[in-house]
Protein backbone atom coordinates (compact mmCIF):
# COMPACT_ATOMS: atom_id res chain seq x y z
CA UNK A 1 0.00 0.00 0.00
CA UNK A 2 0.83 3.54 -0.31
CA UNK A 3 0.77 4.26 3.12
CA UNK A 4 1.99 1.13 4.90
CA UNK A 5 1.69 0.52 8.48
CA UNK A 6 5.33 -0.53 8.82
CA UNK A 7 8.79 -0.30 7.27
CA UNK A 8 12.03 -0.80 8.01
CA UNK A 9 14.89 1.58 8.68
CA UNK A 10 17.97 0.82 7.83
CA UNK A 11 20.39 3.57 7.80
CA UNK A 12 23.07 3.72 4.69
CA UNK A 13 25.85 3.31 6.97
CA UNK A 14 24.65 -0.41 8.00
CA UNK A 15 24.66 -1.33 4.38
CA UNK A 16 28.22 -0.53 4.32
CA UNK A 17 29.02 -1.87 8.39
CA UNK A 18 27.76 -5.24 6.83
CA UNK A 19 29.51 -5.46 3.81
CA UNK A 20 32.51 -4.96 6.11
CA UNK A 21 31.80 -7.72 8.91
CA UNK A 22 31.22 -10.25 5.62
CA UNK A 23 34.67 -9.54 4.34
CA UNK A 24 36.50 -10.04 7.78
CA UNK A 25 37.20 -13.53 9.75
CA UNK A 26 34.13 -13.29 12.27
CA UNK A 27 30.63 -12.75 10.91
CA UNK A 28 29.20 -15.07 13.39
CA UNK A 29 29.78 -14.25 17.11
CA UNK A 30 33.04 -11.88 17.05
CA UNK A 31 34.04 -8.45 18.53
CA UNK A 32 30.83 -6.63 16.74
CA UNK A 33 28.55 -7.82 19.35
CA UNK A 34 30.98 -6.86 22.12
CA UNK A 35 31.28 -3.56 20.49
CA UNK A 36 27.20 -3.40 20.19
CA UNK A 37 26.93 -4.57 23.41
CA UNK A 38 29.23 -1.52 25.24
CA UNK A 39 28.02 0.87 23.27
CA UNK A 40 24.52 0.21 23.75
CA UNK A 41 25.49 0.69 27.62
CA UNK A 42 26.87 3.81 27.32
CA UNK A 43 23.86 5.30 25.09
CA UNK A 44 21.07 4.17 28.11
CA UNK A 45 23.63 4.55 30.63
CA UNK A 46 23.17 0.87 31.64
CA UNK A 47 25.62 -0.11 34.10
CA UNK A 48 28.95 -1.93 32.61
CA UNK A 49 28.26 -5.53 31.14
CA UNK A 50 24.87 -5.45 32.52
CA UNK A 51 23.52 -5.71 28.50
CA UNK A 52 23.95 -9.31 27.10
CA UNK A 53 22.84 -9.33 23.40
CA UNK A 54 21.01 -11.90 21.66
CA UNK A 55 19.32 -13.33 18.73
CA UNK A 56 15.75 -11.72 19.93
CA UNK A 57 13.87 -10.84 22.28
CA UNK A 58 11.97 -13.67 22.44
CA UNK A 59 15.40 -15.40 23.83
CA UNK A 60 15.73 -12.02 25.97
CA UNK A 61 12.64 -13.18 27.79
CA UNK A 62 13.74 -16.48 27.76
CA UNK A 63 16.99 -16.32 29.90
CA UNK A 64 15.34 -14.01 31.98
CA UNK A 65 12.56 -16.26 33.15
CA UNK A 66 15.47 -18.69 33.34
CA UNK A 67 17.22 -16.64 36.15
CA UNK A 68 14.46 -16.05 37.67
CA UNK A 69 13.86 -19.79 37.94
CA UNK A 70 10.09 -20.24 36.67
CA UNK A 71 9.25 -23.77 37.21
CA UNK A 72 5.72 -25.87 37.09
CA UNK A 73 3.08 -24.44 38.50
CA UNK A 74 4.42 -21.29 39.61
CA UNK A 75 2.55 -18.31 39.00
CA UNK A 76 3.20 -15.31 37.48
CA UNK A 77 1.36 -11.75 36.35
CA UNK A 78 1.11 -10.71 33.06
CA UNK A 79 -0.98 -9.01 30.44
CA UNK A 80 -2.95 -10.69 27.62
CA UNK A 81 -2.96 -7.63 25.41
CA UNK A 82 0.92 -7.98 23.86
CA UNK A 83 2.31 -10.40 21.50
CA UNK A 84 2.41 -13.98 22.06
CA UNK A 85 5.99 -14.26 22.51
CA UNK A 86 5.62 -12.49 25.75
CA UNK A 87 3.75 -14.88 27.43
CA UNK A 88 4.21 -18.73 25.03
CA UNK A 89 7.48 -19.22 27.11
CA UNK A 90 5.68 -19.30 30.06
CA UNK A 91 3.29 -21.82 29.05
CA UNK A 92 6.45 -24.18 27.77
CA UNK A 93 7.75 -24.07 31.62
CA UNK A 94 4.38 -24.84 32.89
CA UNK A 95 3.62 -21.83 34.61
CA UNK A 96 0.01 -20.75 36.32
CA UNK A 97 -0.49 -17.52 34.14
CA UNK A 98 -2.68 -14.79 36.30
CA UNK A 99 -4.28 -12.63 33.42
CA UNK A 100 -3.88 -8.81 34.64
CA UNK A 101 -5.92 -6.01 33.12
CA UNK A 102 -4.74 -3.00 31.56
CA UNK A 103 -4.67 0.00 32.07
CA UNK A 104 -7.34 2.48 30.01
CA UNK A 105 -4.92 5.55 28.80
CA UNK A 106 -2.30 3.30 27.82
CA UNK A 107 -3.35 0.03 27.06
CA UNK A 108 -0.34 -1.34 29.20
CA UNK A 109 -1.29 -3.50 32.10
CA UNK A 110 -2.68 -2.12 34.68
CA UNK A 111 -0.75 -1.85 38.25
CA UNK A 112 -3.37 -1.79 40.39
CA UNK A 113 -4.86 -4.85 38.83
CA UNK A 114 -1.38 -6.00 39.31
CA UNK A 115 -1.38 -5.39 43.07
CA UNK A 116 -5.00 -6.58 43.58
CA UNK A 117 -3.85 -10.08 42.30
CA UNK A 118 -0.09 -10.57 44.05
CA UNK A 119 0.07 -13.55 46.61
CA UNK A 120 1.87 -15.25 48.31
CA UNK A 121 2.31 -17.26 44.98
CA UNK A 122 3.57 -14.99 42.65
CA UNK A 123 7.05 -16.02 41.31
CA UNK A 124 7.35 -12.71 39.09
CA UNK A 125 5.53 -9.83 37.26
CA UNK A 126 5.78 -9.12 33.53
CA UNK A 127 4.89 -5.61 32.15
CA UNK A 128 4.99 -4.81 28.48
CA UNK A 129 5.42 -1.17 27.35
CA UNK A 130 2.45 -1.58 24.58
CA UNK A 131 3.65 0.70 21.54
CA UNK A 132 6.19 2.46 23.05
CA UNK A 133 4.71 3.33 25.92
CA UNK A 134 6.38 2.74 29.52
CA UNK A 135 4.04 0.54 31.82
CA UNK A 136 4.66 1.37 35.60
CA UNK A 137 4.51 -1.69 37.85
CA UNK A 138 6.54 -1.43 40.72
CA UNK A 139 6.40 -3.79 44.05
CA UNK A 140 7.10 -1.96 47.06
CA UNK A 141 7.15 -3.99 50.03
CA UNK A 142 7.40 -7.18 47.28
CA UNK A 143 10.75 -9.28 46.83
CA UNK A 144 8.96 -10.52 43.39
CA UNK A 145 10.92 -9.88 40.06
CA UNK A 146 10.06 -7.89 37.87
CA UNK A 147 10.38 -8.64 33.59
CA UNK A 148 9.75 -5.58 31.27
CA UNK A 149 9.20 -6.57 27.67
CA UNK A 150 10.69 -3.70 26.10
CA UNK A 151 10.09 -4.49 22.39
CA UNK A 152 8.23 -1.96 21.20
CA UNK A 153 9.90 0.22 23.08
CA UNK A 154 13.47 0.83 22.93
CA UNK A 155 14.99 3.24 25.36
CA UNK A 156 12.99 2.50 28.47
CA UNK A 157 14.65 0.37 31.23
CA UNK A 158 12.52 -0.83 34.22
CA UNK A 159 12.38 -4.10 36.48
CA UNK A 160 14.52 -6.74 37.03
CA UNK A 161 15.20 -7.83 33.61
CA UNK A 162 14.19 -5.42 30.33
CA UNK A 163 14.26 -7.24 27.22
CA UNK A 164 14.83 -5.50 24.39
CA UNK A 165 14.24 -6.39 20.51
CA UNK A 166 15.78 -5.36 17.36
CA UNK A 167 13.12 -7.14 14.95
CA UNK A 168 13.04 -5.72 11.24
CA UNK A 169 10.48 -3.22 11.93
CA UNK A 170 11.16 -2.04 15.07
CA UNK A 171 12.85 1.60 16.29
CA UNK A 172 16.13 0.33 15.15
CA UNK A 173 16.58 -3.06 13.49
CA UNK A 174 19.35 -5.99 13.65
CA UNK A 175 17.51 -8.01 11.12
CA UNK A 176 16.17 -9.80 14.17
CA UNK A 177 17.92 -9.70 17.29
CA UNK A 178 17.85 -8.57 21.41
CA UNK A 179 18.85 -7.40 24.33
CA UNK A 180 18.85 -8.31 27.88
CA UNK A 181 19.57 -5.96 30.66
CA UNK A 182 19.66 -6.94 34.00
CA UNK A 183 19.43 -4.79 37.48
CA UNK A 184 19.13 -7.64 40.24
CA UNK A 185 20.50 -7.36 43.25
CA UNK A 186 23.35 -9.67 41.78
CA UNK A 187 23.64 -8.39 38.63
CA UNK A 188 26.78 -10.15 37.75
CA UNK A 189 26.08 -13.13 38.55
CA UNK A 190 23.10 -13.17 36.67
CA UNK A 191 24.72 -11.26 33.59
CA UNK A 192 27.07 -14.12 33.82
CA UNK A 193 24.70 -16.98 33.42
CA UNK A 194 22.63 -14.77 30.96
CA UNK A 195 26.09 -15.26 28.60
CA UNK A 196 25.94 -18.89 29.27
CA UNK A 197 22.72 -19.45 28.65
CA UNK A 198 22.97 -17.59 25.33
CA UNK A 199 25.50 -20.31 23.89
CA UNK A 200 25.28 -23.94 25.13
CA UNK A 201 26.25 -23.21 28.80
CA UNK A 202 29.96 -22.85 27.24
CA UNK A 203 31.78 -19.86 28.85
CA UNK A 204 32.70 -18.29 25.59
CA UNK A 205 35.63 -15.64 26.99
CA UNK A 206 37.34 -18.94 28.75
CA UNK A 207 37.52 -20.29 25.21
CA UNK A 208 38.63 -17.36 23.71
CA UNK A 209 41.58 -17.66 26.25
CA UNK A 210 42.23 -21.07 25.80
CA UNK A 211 42.58 -19.98 21.60
CA UNK A 212 39.38 -21.60 21.07
CA UNK A 213 41.40 -25.14 21.99
CA UNK A 214 38.74 -27.68 23.85
CA UNK A 215 41.74 -29.59 25.43
CA UNK A 216 45.34 -29.11 26.04
CA UNK A 217 47.45 -31.39 26.98
CA UNK A 218 45.35 -34.02 27.31
CA UNK A 219 42.81 -32.01 29.58
CA UNK A 220 39.94 -30.37 29.08
CA UNK A 221 40.10 -26.55 28.86
CA UNK A 222 36.56 -25.80 30.18
CA UNK A 223 33.11 -27.25 31.49
CA UNK A 224 29.75 -26.89 30.75
CA UNK A 225 27.24 -26.53 34.05
CA UNK A 226 24.22 -24.91 32.44
CA UNK A 227 21.71 -26.87 29.30
CA UNK A 228 22.41 -23.44 27.78
CA UNK A 229 20.95 -22.66 24.41
CA UNK A 230 22.06 -21.39 20.65
CA UNK A 231 20.83 -17.54 21.68
CA UNK A 232 23.85 -15.67 20.52
CA UNK A 233 24.07 -12.53 18.40
CA UNK A 234 25.97 -12.40 15.28
CA UNK A 235 28.25 -9.51 14.35
CA UNK A 236 26.25 -9.28 11.04
CA UNK A 237 23.67 -8.24 12.95
CA UNK A 238 25.98 -6.18 15.72
CA UNK A 239 27.27 -3.84 12.74
CA UNK A 240 23.63 -3.34 11.75
CA UNK A 241 22.75 -2.01 15.36
CA UNK A 242 25.98 0.08 15.91
CA UNK A 243 24.61 1.99 13.13
CA UNK A 244 20.95 1.88 14.33
CA UNK A 245 22.40 3.28 17.59
CA UNK A 246 23.84 6.25 16.00
CA UNK A 247 20.93 6.99 14.18
CA UNK A 248 18.53 6.52 17.61
CA UNK A 249 17.68 10.08 18.61
CA UNK A 250 17.01 10.75 15.24
CA UNK A 251 14.65 8.40 14.68
CA UNK A 252 12.26 8.77 18.05
CA UNK A 253 12.78 12.24 16.84
CA UNK A 254 10.92 12.02 13.78
CA UNK A 255 8.15 9.53 15.15
CA UNK A 256 7.68 11.45 17.80
CA UNK A 257 7.06 14.41 14.95
CA UNK A 258 4.61 12.56 13.28
CA UNK A 259 2.81 11.25 16.51
CA UNK A 260 2.46 15.22 17.19
CA UNK A 261 0.23 16.06 14.29
CA UNK A 262 -2.33 12.48 15.15
CA UNK A 263 -1.74 13.91 18.69
CA UNK A 264 -3.16 17.37 17.81
CA UNK A 265 -5.69 16.70 14.99
CA UNK A 266 -7.07 13.18 15.84
CA UNK A 267 -6.85 12.57 19.60
CA UNK A 268 -10.58 13.18 21.06
CA UNK A 269 -11.93 14.30 18.07
CA UNK A 270 -15.68 13.04 17.77
CA UNK A 271 -15.79 9.16 18.42
CA UNK A 272 -11.53 9.05 17.99
CA UNK A 273 -9.50 9.03 20.96
CA UNK A 274 -5.27 8.42 20.18
CA UNK A 275 -3.92 6.23 22.62
CA UNK A 276 -0.78 8.15 24.57
CA UNK A 277 1.23 8.23 27.76
CA UNK A 278 4.36 9.49 29.23
CA UNK A 279 6.80 8.88 28.60
CA UNK A 280 6.52 7.47 25.23
CA UNK A 281 9.05 6.08 21.76
CA UNK A 282 6.16 6.32 19.53
CA UNK A 283 6.36 2.67 17.89
CA UNK A 284 2.61 2.82 17.55
CA UNK A 285 0.24 4.74 16.85
CA UNK A 286 -3.28 3.39 18.14
CA UNK A 287 -6.62 4.72 17.82
CA UNK A 288 -9.78 3.51 19.63
CA UNK A 289 -12.51 4.19 16.91
CA UNK A 290 -16.32 3.07 16.63
CA UNK A 291 -17.49 0.44 13.93
CA UNK A 292 -13.88 -0.59 13.43
CA UNK A 293 -14.28 -2.93 10.66
CA UNK A 294 -15.65 -0.07 8.65
CA UNK A 295 -13.07 2.06 9.74
CA UNK A 296 -10.23 -0.71 8.25
CA UNK A 297 -12.20 -0.62 5.05
CA UNK A 298 -12.52 3.09 4.87
CA UNK A 299 -8.59 3.32 5.09
CA UNK A 300 -8.17 0.43 2.90
CA UNK A 301 -9.85 2.40 -0.12
CA UNK A 302 -7.48 5.58 0.87
CA UNK A 303 -4.33 3.62 0.43
CA UNK A 304 -3.55 3.61 4.31
CA UNK A 305 -2.66 0.23 5.59
CA UNK A 306 -4.01 -0.40 9.27
CA UNK A 307 -3.82 -3.00 11.34
CA UNK A 308 -4.80 -4.36 15.30
CA UNK A 309 -1.38 -5.51 16.25
CA UNK A 310 -1.67 -7.47 19.19
CA UNK A 311 -4.57 -9.80 19.45
CA UNK A 312 -5.28 -10.84 23.40
CA UNK A 313 -3.52 -13.70 24.29
CA UNK A 314 -6.15 -15.73 26.45
CA UNK A 315 -8.06 -16.38 23.11
CA UNK A 316 -5.50 -18.70 22.13
CA UNK A 317 -5.93 -22.58 22.68
CA UNK A 318 -2.30 -22.51 23.96
CA UNK A 319 -3.43 -19.93 27.02
CA UNK A 320 -6.64 -21.91 27.55
CA UNK A 321 -8.80 -20.58 24.78
CA UNK A 322 -10.95 -18.53 27.38
CA UNK A 323 -11.62 -14.73 27.82
CA UNK A 324 -10.16 -13.66 31.34
CA UNK A 325 -12.71 -11.16 33.15
CA UNK A 326 -10.94 -8.17 32.55
CA UNK A 327 -13.11 -5.14 32.22
CA UNK A 328 -11.15 -2.51 30.61
CA UNK A 329 -9.81 -4.84 28.10
CA UNK A 330 -13.64 -6.15 26.82
CA UNK A 331 -14.15 -2.32 26.27
CA UNK A 332 -11.65 -1.62 24.21
CA UNK A 333 -10.93 -4.75 22.55
CA UNK A 334 -13.35 -4.20 19.66
CA UNK A 335 -12.19 -0.60 19.01
CA UNK A 336 -8.54 -0.11 19.19
CA UNK A 337 -6.47 -0.30 15.32
CA UNK A 338 -2.91 1.68 14.61
CA UNK A 339 -2.26 3.39 11.97
CA UNK A 340 1.00 4.13 10.18
CA UNK A 341 3.69 5.47 11.73
CA UNK A 342 7.74 5.43 11.11
CA UNK A 343 10.75 6.69 9.49
CA UNK A 344 9.00 6.06 6.21
CA UNK A 345 5.62 7.99 6.88
CA UNK A 346 6.36 12.06 6.11
CA UNK A 347 4.61 15.22 7.99
CA UNK A 348 2.37 15.66 4.42
CA UNK A 349 2.09 11.59 4.43
CA UNK A 350 0.58 12.22 8.41
CA UNK A 351 -1.75 14.96 7.06
CA UNK A 352 -2.72 13.00 4.32
CA UNK A 353 -3.81 10.08 6.75
CA UNK A 354 -5.41 12.67 9.04
CA UNK A 355 -7.68 14.06 6.27
CA UNK A 356 -8.66 10.44 5.35
CA UNK A 357 -9.96 10.00 8.62
CA UNK A 358 -11.59 13.27 9.50
CA UNK A 359 -13.90 12.06 6.26
CA UNK A 360 -15.50 9.65 8.23
CA UNK A 361 -16.39 6.07 7.76
Known sequence: MKYDLFWPYVPPEARAAVDDVLRSRFI?????????EREFEKKFGI????AVSVNSCTSALEIAYDLIGLKPGDEVISTPLTCNATNIPLIRRGVKIVWADINRDTLCISATDVLSKVTKKTKAIVQVHLGGI??????????????????QALGFFNGNFT????????????????????????????????????????????????????????????????????YQMTDISAAMGLAGL????????????????????????????????????????????????????AMFEADIDTNLVQVRNDVY???????????????????????????????????????????GW
Not at 134 to 139: E, I, L, R, S
Not at 190 to 215: C, M, P, S, T, V
Open 28 to 36: GQGPKVDLF
Open 317 to 359: KVFGGKKADLKTLAEVEDKYISIPIGMHISEDDAHYICDRIME
Open 47 to 50: KHKN
Open 246 to 297: ARYDGVIAHRKKIFDIYRKRLHMQGSIRLIDGTPNTYWLATLLVEDRDSFAK
Open 163 to 230: CCSFQSIKQITTGDGGMLVVDTKDSERDRNRAKLLRWFGIDREKKIRNNWQAYLERKPTFDIQLPGYK
Open 134 to 151: QADVTMPGWDIPIVSDAA
